[in-house]
């Protein structure tokens, strides 16, 4: 389970494609939960370093 930054119940530990809990699972839902994952996971590095 993912809020909508892509990020699970673990702060910091963001996930995409198909082991997030969704309906449709495939290569363009993967690669969209990647690019949203990957800004917030920078964002989240650049706030706590
Ligand atoms: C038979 C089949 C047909 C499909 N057809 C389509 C289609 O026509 N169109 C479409 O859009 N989608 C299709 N899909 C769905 C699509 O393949 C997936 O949604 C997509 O590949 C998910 O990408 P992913 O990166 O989440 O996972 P994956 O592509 O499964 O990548 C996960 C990777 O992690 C690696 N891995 C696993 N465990 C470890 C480990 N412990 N350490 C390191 N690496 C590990 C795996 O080897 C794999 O390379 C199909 C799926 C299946 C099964």
Do not use: P
């Not at 494609?17 to 495939?26: F, S, Y």
């Amino acid at each position: 389970m993912v809020n909508e930054k892509m990020e699970s119940s673990v702060a910091g530990l963001f996930v995409a494609g198909d082991v997030v809990n969704k309906r449709l699972r495939q290569l363009v839902t993967a690669a969209n939960d990647g690019a949203i994952a990957a800004q917030n996971a920078l964002d989240y590095i650049k706030k706590n370093k």
